[in-house]
C-alpha cells in the first residue's frame, strides 16, 4: 500500500517537470478588420453610418497626437443606428481572408491558442466568428460596446501595464512575462506596438503595418493568405 503510494507521487512528480520544462506554450494572436475579414468594417460603418469627421480623429491617432482608445471610442461615438442594421450593412461587403477556417483548424488539431485583439465593434466581431463553433475555441479580446442614444460606449480591456501603448500590446507583454510565445497577425497602425512585442510578426500584404515594420527594422513575414501562416508556424514552431 505505502509503496503504491510512493510510486504513484513519485510519478505525478517525474510528469509535473516534465511539463514544467517542457516548450514554451504557443499563442496566436489575431487582429480583426482587414486581417481576418479582408475589408476593414470600422471604416465601412462609420463611411455608411458615423460623422463624416471620422476621419480626422483617425489621422490624430496616426499621428500620435491620441491613442488608439481615444480614437475608437470617438469614432464610434458618432454611430446612432442599432446593432443589426450595422452587421446588415458589413455582411454585404466583407469577406473573411483566405483560409481563415483552415488556420483555424489547424490550431484546434494542435491545441495552439487562438486570441482575436481588436478595437472592433464587439457584436460585429461575434457575428463573424459565430460559425462552426468558433466561439467556443477563440479568445476574444476586444471593448465592450453599449449602444446608447449618444451612440455607442466603449469599456476597454482592463491593463497589466500602465505604460503600454494599448490594450493589444499589453496583452501580448503580460502572455509573453508567463513564457508564452506570441505569433502576431495584423494589418494597421493600431497593430504596431503589439508587433514589435511579439515574438514572430505577419503583416499582411501592403498594409500599414507592412509599411510600418520596414520603416522601423521590425522583422515580419508578409502575408495575404492564411495558408502561409500554416506554413510558417509548421516551419518554426517544432512539433507543429
Avoid at 457575428?127 to 455607442?152: A, S, V
Wanted: net charge negative.
Amino acid at each position: 500500500m505505502l509503496y503504491d503510494v510512493y510510486f504513484n507521487l513519485t510519478l505525478f512528480l517525474e510528469v509535473a517537470r516534465a511539463c514544467m520544462s517542457a516548450k514554451p506554450t504557443v499563442e496566436l494572436f489575431l487582429d480583426f478588420d482587414g486581417t481576418i475579414i479582408n475589408q476593414d468594417t470600422a471604416e465601412i460603418v462609420l463611411d455608411r453610418f458615423g460623422d463624416p469627421d471620422w476621419i480626422l480623429i483617425d489621422d490624430a491617432h496616426e499621428k500620435g497626437e491620441i491613442s488608439l482608445e481615444e480614437s475608437i471610442a470617438r469614432e464610434f461615438a458618432t454611430l446612432k443606428v442599432p446593432e443589426q442594421e450595422i452587421i446588415k450593412e458589413v455582411s454585404r461587403v466583407a469577406q473573411f481572408r483566405p483560409n481563415f477556417d483552415a488556420l483555424v483548424e489547424f490550431c484546434k488539431g494542435r491545441h495552439l491558442s487562438v486570441k482575436v485583439v481588436s478595437g472592433g465593434l464587439d457584436f460585429l466581431i461575434r457575428h463573424f466568428l459565430g460559425r462552426d463553433e468558433w466561439l467556443n475555441f477563440i479568445e476574444i479580446h476586444c471593448p465592450k460596446t453599449q449602444f446608447t442614444k449618444e451612440g455607442y460606449s466603449l469599456t476597454f480591456p482592463p491593463r497589466f501595464d500602465p505604460r503600454s501603448k494599448n490594450f493589444k500590446d499589453d496583452l501580448v507583454k503580460q502572455e509573453r512575462k508567463n513564457g508564452i510565445r506570441v505569433f502576431f497577425v495584423g494589418d494597421g497602425i493600431g497593430d504596431l506596438s503589439a508587433a514589435k512585442e511579439s515574438d514572430f510578426v505577419f503583416a499582411v500584404k501592403e498594409s500599414r503595418l507592412a509599411e510600418l515594420c520596414r520603416e522601423q527594422n521590425v522583422s515580419f513575414q508578409e502575408i495575404d493568405d492564411f495558408s502561409q501562416v500554416i506554413a510558417a508556424l509548421n516551419q518554426r514552431v517544432p512539433g507543429m
